[in-house]
């Protein structure tokens, strides 16, 4: 995540860009603009992740709440749908959607999750898992 004071973005049309090689999902569970500014103003006012070349917002809050957990906020981005506080890879009805993971690797593209908790824990598991709670560790591991 990048932040940038200018109001003009210029970019190049879709048409003439090269198609993406890789994709790299990175989300810094409960980072926001403010805890970026603390770490650039804590780093000297730079840093690595203002060279990313493409940077994005989103608003990732639950099918029937505005404050959002992490469990439904990593639903909406792994099945591309919002869901309710708790959820681990299913809908608002509690059924399971297939994750941009799973259709990738259906599609025979190479996948990977890296995290720096348990994969048990509900940003991760909602790429892998399909359960109505994110309490539900045991089976999210199964």
């Avoid at 990175?26 to 060279?51: P, R």
Wanted: glycine share 10%; charged share 15%.
């Amino acid at each position: 995540m990048a932040v940038s004071s200018s109001t003009q973005v210029q970019s190049k049309p879709v048409a003439s860009l090269p198609r993406a090689k890789n994709i790299i999902l990175m989300i810094g569970d409960g980072m926001g603009t403010s805890q970026v500014y603390a770490a650039m103003t804590a780093n000297g006012g730079w840093l690595h992740l203002e060279q990313c070349t493409h940077v994005g917002f989103s608003k990732t809050n639950a099918f029937d709440a505005y404050i959002t957990d992490s469990g439904a906020g990593a639903t909406a981005f792994a099945i591309g749908r919002k869901t309710y506080n708790g959820a681990i890879g299913v809908d608002p009805a509690g059924q399971a959607q297939a994750t941009i993971l799973e259709t990738a690797h259906r599609q025979e593209l190479a996948t990977g999750l890296v995290a720096t908790c348990s994969i048990t824990h509900a940003t991760p598991a909602s790429f892998i898992a399909h359960q109505l709670s994110r309490t539900m560790e045991e089976e999210i591991a199964a």
